[in-house]
């Protein structure tokens, strides 16, 4: 799967949430200061083009719609940044991110629960 751009990723997590989308409607999403119509109009064809969102035509104008779920994008991320910065350990990830952030013993026995759960 081809990873997004942050400008591409901003714009699918957008179409996440909204399902079904013009381009207008996916600007309205932007905070300010918003980007220019033909800036998102462009991304989006990018996103068509590169498989993550198809359309169908609504009178003079596309609506757009993911063809990718958000939890297969992100599962594949997750398993991208493990491989490309922890060498394919998870164990790895997981003893960075309690270094460097500082967890909680309370949040780290919530995430062992939910490990268990999956177990």
Known sequence: MKQLTKAEEDIMHILWRLKKANVKAIMEEFPAPKPAYNTVSTIVRILENKGFVDY????????YFPLLKQQDYSNQSINNLVDNYFQGS????VSF???KNDI????????????NKKE
Do not use: A, D, Q, R
């Open 90 to 93: 998870f164990k790895s990830m």
């Open 97 to 99: 991110f309690v270094k």
């Open 104 to 115: 909680s013993l309370k949040e780290l026995e919530s995430v062992l629960k939910e490990i």
């Open 56 to 63: 169908k035509k609504e009178g003079k104008g596309h609506i």
